[in-house]
């Protein structure tokens, strides 16, 4: 595979000499540096990178050329070298432009001149962004790759799953690739369930269970130990900031995860109001880092388990899995979170995961190309995945119930929809049907203040309409309000109305359940914030919680 591009575009030749001299110094055996002089010339070369099919992992340019600005000349690139990560070098008067190039062209970062020391100023930033640049690069992958049909849920649901827990592999669609049909043909007898998941050495799976793929890529299933001081349920933003709290304040703690470690905020293409991330970071790279410093700080982190009931025993809580197994903790923290409402319309369930999609993921994207895409939602979430989406897709419709966007979707978000070219947002209007042979191709959508109904052709519908909780499991040994949110502190004697359940003289701590021992934090929780910043708030106060908790028993 030929290496991927780092373009450096600047009129100035001694700062352009520089800049590429930094970054061959440190990126060019792993990268091509591709050196221009002007805006126009570095157009020409990204047409003929994308003519050959040559991926570009990084643009560097200068702001002040005398015949197209740095931020015109980015802008122009982002359709020649989709994915690209964009870097804009300015002087300090030009600070209020690249900073409102962020939110205008999505710009990833703006450096300095001069950048020097290269080592603190220009390669922390560009490792960060090549990394990033990696991890959602479906080029590069790790020897795997999937064999499936393009419309099949399980493929859909390999494929995520893979992607959640940043293992890269290849897609390759039966349909369309004459490679998929030659290893199929090779490798898929008959009775071998699709899609088959062809590993590095060798090994072919067919139609793998979650537990059985982690298994054999060899990720971390099973806890090491029988008993913890803390057991956190869920490595969403909350479970792995309370990870990260417990380790570092001497806990003996382990995470338990069902699927992959972000939760929902691995599904954000770009987190832009968490503190300390001027230019955002995208959801999967905030989980990556997270899950990496609770693994440094000792946590122990056991993917693809679901947790099915939490079974009290004295002063300890038994923490049970679907097959009979359990671990056994002192003080456990439920950060399971909530997934996204599930469409009404008729025809949609069965569509699931075969062109109806709850939430997106950043991996998605890249499946749309060309394709005509419809989000339902009129939240943050929708606003984001329908900017995310139109890097890709032909057209993206946001199919919104109320009268206006501004009412529940951020002004930044908002201002930046209506002036892309390919979103186009349709008020008061429902999915009210959908149907397709083997895969989504039809939604029928009705005007809520016309009363007019219209069939329109679809492959693709996102949905992101509010959320319920993931407590089912709980069953009735702690408090849950009616919809299934977990109550804690003073809501535990305030609203239950089974109060007998709260058994001691003292009064719940802040995040504790009905249950002494257990809390909770993050969304989970009755009256949270939904947000990420709140989420790794509670998940590191919980940990707070479990001290002044331990000292009790
Ligand atoms: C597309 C999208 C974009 C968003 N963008 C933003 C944004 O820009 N800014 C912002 O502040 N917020 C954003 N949010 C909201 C934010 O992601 C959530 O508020 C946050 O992730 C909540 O964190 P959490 O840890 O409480 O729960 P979650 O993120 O929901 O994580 C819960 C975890 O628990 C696991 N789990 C569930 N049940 C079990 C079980 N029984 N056993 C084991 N594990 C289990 C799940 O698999 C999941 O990984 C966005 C959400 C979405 C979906």
């Known amino acids: 595979m030929s290496r991927a591009i780092i373009l450096t575009v600047d009129d100035d030749a001694a700062v352009s000499k520089a800049i590429t001299r930094d ?56 359709t020649l070298a989709s994915g690209a990560k964009l870097v804009l070098l300015t002087a300090y008067a030009d600070t209020d432009v690249a900073i409102k190039a962020i939110n205008d062209i999505g710009l990833d970062h703006y450096l300095m001149k001069p950048w020097a020391p290269p080592e603190e100023r220009l390669f922390p930033i560009v490792d960060d962004l090549l990394s990033d640049w990696e991890r959602s690069n479906d080029n590069r992958f790790d020897g795997i790759r999937i064999v499936g049909n393009r419309w099949s849920e399980r493929s859909y649901d390999t494929r995520m799953f893979l992607a959640r827990n940043h293992v890269h592999y290849q897609w390759l669609e039966l349909e369309r ?6 290893l199929h043909a090779l490798f898929g007898a008959p009775e071998r369930a699709l899609p088959l998941v062809l590993l590095s050495d060798g090994t072919v799976l067919d139609g793998p269970a979650p537990h059985e793929l982690a298994d054999a890529l060899g990720l971390h299933t099973r806890a090491e130990s029988t008993l913890y001081d803390l057991v956190v349920v869920g490595a969403g933003p909350a479970g792995l900031a309370a990870a990260v709290y417990g380790a570092s304040e001497g806990l003996h ?32 790279d905030l989980s990556q880092r997270a899950m990496m410093q609770a693994q440094r700080l000792g946590a122990e982190m056991v993917f693809a388990r679901s947790v099915d009931s939490l079974v009290q025993r004295g ?74 989406l139109a890097r890709f897709a032909r057209r993206v419709v946001i199919l919104a119930r109320g009268a206006s966007l501004t009412t529940s979707m951020s002004t930044y978000l908002v201002d930046r929809i209506v002036a892309a070219d390919n979103i186009e947002v349709r008020l008061q209007t429902e999915v009210v049907r959908g149907g397709g042979t083997d895969h989504l191709e039809w939604l029928e959508l009705v005007d809520v203040s016309t009363g007019q109904h219209e069939e329109v052709k679809a492959s693709f519908l996102y949905v992101f309409i509010g959320a319920s909780p993931h407590t089912d499991w709980l069953g009735d ?56 910043a709140s989420a790794v708030g509670e998940g590191s106060s919980a940990v707070s919680n479990v001290h002044l908790y331990l000292e009790t028993v």
């Open 477 to 532: 040994t702690i408090a849950r309000d009616e919809r299934g949110f977990i109550l804690t502190g003073p809501d535990v004697v305030n609203l239950d109305r089974d109060r007998w359940r709260w058994p001691h003289r003292r009064p719940p701590f802040l995040l504790e359940t009905s249950r002494p021992g257990v809390f909770a934090a993050g969304d989970v929780r009755l009256a949270s914030m939904k947000r990420v």
């Open 315 to 388: 002063n300890v809580h038994a923490v049970c899995f679907a097959d009979g197994t359990e671990i056994e903790a002192r003080a456990v923290v439920i950060a399971t979170g909530v997934s996204y409402r599930r469409m009404g319309g008729e025809g949609l369930a069965e569509l699931t995961g075969r062109g109806v999609y709850y939430g997106a993921s950043a991996s998605d994207a890249r499946g749309t190309e060309g394709d005509d895409v419809y989000i339902v939602g009129a939240a943050n979430s929708a606003g984001q995945a329908a900017l995310h």
């Open 177 to 182: 690739d004459p490679e998929a049909q030659r």
């Open 253 to 284: 703690t382990a995470v338990i995860e069902r699927d992959a470690p972000g939760g929902q905020a691995a599904q954000s293409a770009r987190i832009e109001n968490y503190l300390g991330f001027p230019n955002g970071l995208s959801g999967s």
């Open 23 to 78: 970054l061959r110094a440190r990126y060019g055996e792993r990268y091509r540096i591709v050196r221009s002089m002007s805006g126009a010339d570095a157009l020409a070369t990204l047409e003929e990178f994308q003519r050959r099919d040559q991926p570009v992992a990084l643009i560097v340019s200068d702001h002040r050329m005398p015949e197209m600005t740095g931020i015109d000349f980015l802008e122009r690139s982002i």
